[in-house]
């Protein structure tokens, strides 16, 4: 264990801004890094121009978000956002969706979430950290790892980023589930990223890359528009039971837990 005392503890003011412009969400690192692979380089291809992103919601947390537009009445805008062209499928297999509006729809017109108290999505549980120190990124872990937020006061320049082990300790004392929500959404970017080489290993998908980015964009929207698991249950690599206890592992935060469990002990 290490001394955590000097982290002061996070209180969201709940001001709403962070939701107020859901656009721009990524560093801009992270945007150089797109406009460079995530066009038809890699794999996993962005549909929506770097400008227009906004926060990204998991297959699975979308439909969640779907079912509350419609209870609420609203159109939350929410369309795919990343996936990958199957060349041996024909299929565009989708992991993720965003909302696409400069404010998020489910924001009331007093600041407050629409859906609180609702399993509302990673992206909205973890701010306002943007990521996690176990999301290795190819740079130092810093005050980048941050948002701008009026609730965070002095808690950045309080930590300690030589040392990854006391910082993750000192991150899970000052946000405790907002940490972990971070963990385990950076769990699920990891996840995803070896999904996609085991499958392509093992022959399963076939994606195409090094298209021209217009091309890519005419046979994706050609092609069959499926989500993730939807997609493994059909090539047979998860059954209907094994792909709903993966999602329910990835709600309940459990790899979250045992990761930082492993470096500080008990939660
Ligand atoms: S996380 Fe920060 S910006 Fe977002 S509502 Fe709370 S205090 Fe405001
Ligand atoms: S669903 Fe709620 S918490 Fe999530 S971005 Fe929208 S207003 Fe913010």
Redesign the pocket.
Known sequence: MFPILEAPTF?????????SNIQGFAGEAEKQFLLEYGYGKLPLVQLVPVEEMTFPLWEFEAKRFIDFSKELGIDAKIRPYRGVLDLQSNAFIVFNYQMNSKACPFLKQD?KCGIYGKERAFVCNL??LNRSPFLNVGAPVDKSIF??????ETIPEKLDYKNNEKLISQLYHSFGHTFLAAVQHDFVIEWANHLIVQLMKEKKIRPALNYPREFLAKRIGQARHVDLFEFLIEIEHFTSEEAESTIEKFRSYEHAKERVKQVIGPL
């Open positions: 209180h969201c003011r709940a001001c709403g801004k962070c939701c600041g701010f306002p948002g701008t937020c009026g609730g965070l």
